[in-house]
C-alpha cells in the first residue's frame, strides 16, 4: 500500500503535467525524495526542505507559484 504523504505529490506532478501543454511549467519536488518519475514535459528541479533559499532561483522568475499551504512557513 502506498503512504498517505505521496498522494500530494501525485496530484502536483499531474497538475503539472496539464499546465506544461499551455504554459512554461516548473515542479520543484524536495531532494530527499525518491521518486522515480516518468519523463516529464515539464522542467522538474529539486530543492533542499531545509533550506527554504534553495528555492528563490524558481520563486524570482516564476510568474505564478503555488504551494500546500502548510508548506509555506510562517
Given at each position: ?58 520563486v524570482?522568475?516564476?510568474k505564478?507559484?503555488?504551494s ?7
Amino acid at each position: 500500500m502506498l503512504s498517505v504523504n505521496i498522494w500530494p505529490g501525485i496530484r502536483y506532478y499531474h497538475l503539472a503535467r496539464v499546465l506544461s501543454h499551455e504554459f512554461e511549467t516548473v515542479l520543484a519536488i524536495p531532494d530527499t525524495s525518491g521518486a522515480k518519475l516518468p519523463s516529464p514535459t515539464f522542467k522538474l528541479v529539486k530543492y533542499n526542505l531545509a533550506n527554504w533559499d534553495s528555492l528563490v532561483p524558481y520563486v524570482k522568475t516564476a510568474k505564478v507559484v503555488m504551494s500546500k499551504a502548510d508548506s509555506c512557513g510562517g
